[in-house]
């Protein structure tokens, strides 16, 4: 074995990375070469020092808690929190039928535009993914209102089309705000609504008939997705909410359109 | 359609492992606000992509996320190339040819191993954060970086020299005005 190999192989077999006939090669040479041992022993005390906690930077806790909140929970231990998620959390099969069914039936119902489950599972990851990316970016609203008759007129605009505003505060789903947002290739409006401690973004953009739908679509990493289509918009909704209140928020989306 | 039978507990799984991901982050980019925004970005494409994870140690997947979402940002926001030039300059010429002692390694104090990393190139620096710091396996290294498993060991032997030699020059350095 030349130095120029060992100075190479001294590092997998400082790192117990070697298979044991080349590790016997590279143990012989350092032994052999007091050049190459000494420095075998410099990239060993190196080694140990970078081992020192010291040498670790350790994230903040703003930044923790930012990708906690962002992202929910969903071990056993806090199910509690969230009674739904586990509760709704269907067998694979059937999850694949349900949404199939319901396509298949607005398929024969309202002919001439369906949506294939394909492209409502891509659109719902989408919808999450844009959810979460709120959530942790710090960049939920771009205005931020209670007021109804000021985040409507923020959209003036901003897009090619208004989106239906409303406030649903008596009903416990007050409205927090609104933000552009790109879902599906086109920007689209987000409006913010929170109830309790969870936050619920709606996500609006035209649709091409005025047809009213509804399809419920649970995804990965227990967020619940709605879908309806509303006056003309199609209208997703998102939110770590449970089941049951996710349902109930619908429904006043529903009535309002 | 994401193979749901395989679905990871985000929380559980990757959650933990946040420390080792802001701190692979911040040796990267080093700066901590810019870390932060990498490790973000890193989880939300891992929550995105949790469906690709195949088992194996996630501690090592959300940091082949994080160091590609670091090299993003790099390219992105400092341009790849400038560490290069710095780097050979400090490096370079005839002390490639001295003797390395350990002595030196052992006299240096935290603020100038921490100096003497910062100054790496990214590359150098990226294999001896995640061999040393974090503890990946070569093959972890590998498949977090593209590269084969050979080019993990040779870059790494590289580093550490480029640290160990940096480490030795600045202890000789610091000799001088004290026998003055």
């Known amino acids: 074995m030349t130095c120029d190999d060992a100075r190479v192989l001294m590092h997998g077999h400082l790192d117990g990375e070697l298979d044991l006939a080349g590790d016997l090669e590279v143990q012989q040479h350092i032994e052999q070469c007091p050049r190459c041992a000494s420095e075998y022993a410099a990239m060993r005390a190196m080694r140990t020092r970078l081992k020192d906690v010291a040498f670790r930077f350790e994230a903040p806790a703003a930044l923790k808690e930012k990708i906690r909140r962002a992202i929910p929970a969903s071990p056993p231990s806090r199910a509690g929190a969230y009674p739904s998620r586990r509760g709704t959390w269907v067998p694979r099969a059937v999850r694949f039928a349900v949404p199939m069914a319901i396509g298949a039936m607005l398929a024969l119902i309202v002919a001439p535009r369906t949506i294939g489950p394909a492209l409502n599972q891509r659109l719902a990851s989408e919808v999450v993914a844009s959810h979460v990316r709120s959530l942790m970016a710090a960049h939920l609203m771009d205005v931020a209102s209670t007021d109804q008759h000021t985040v409507k007129p923020w959209f003036n605009g901003k897009l090619d089309f208004s989106p239906p505003v409303n406030d649903f505060k008596k009903d416990g789903f007050p409205l927090v705000g609104g933000r552009l947002d790109y879902i599906d290739g086109r920007p689209v409006a987000a409006l913010v609504y929170q109830h309790g401690k969870h936050v619920i973004n709606v996500f609006m953009w035209p649709t091409a008939g005025d047809t009213t739908s509804a399809e419920r679509i649970e995804t990965e990493h227990g967020y619940h997705v709605e879908q309806l289509t509303v006056a003309g918009m199609n209208c997703w909704m998102v939110s770590d909410l449970n089941q049951q209140e996710l349902d109930r928020f619908a429904e006043l989306i529903r009535a309002k359109g | 359609m994401p193979d749901e039978s395989k679905a990871v507990d985000f929380d559980r799984t990757f959650i933990p492992h946040m420390d080792a991901a802001y701190n692979l982050a911040r040796w990267l980019v080093r700066d901590d606000h810019d870390a932060q925004d990498v490790v ?56 490639e040819e001295s003797g390395l002692e350990a002595d030196a390694v052992r006299k240096a104090d935290g603020a100038m191993i921490r100096a003497a990393l910062d100054e790496l190139t990214d590359e150098f620096r990226e294999v001896i954060v995640m061999r040393d710091i974090e503890g990946l396996s070569y093959k972890e290294i590998a498949d977090a970086a593209e590269v084969p498993i050979g080019t993990v060991m040779s870059r790494l032997a590289r580093a550490r020299g480029k640290l160990a030699r940096s480490l030795q020059e600045r202890i000789a350095q610091e000799r001088i005005p004290k026998e003055r």
């Open chain 2, 40 to 95: 973000q970005e890193a989880y939300l494409r891992a929550f995105r992509f949790a469906g690709g994870f195949r088992g194996g140690d996630p501690r090592a997947w959300i940091l082949a996320i994080v160091r590609n979402t670091a090299f993003t940002w790099l390219k992105r926001n400092r341009g790849s190339d400038s560490p290069t030039e710095f780097d050979e300059k400090v490096h370079g010429g005839s002390s």
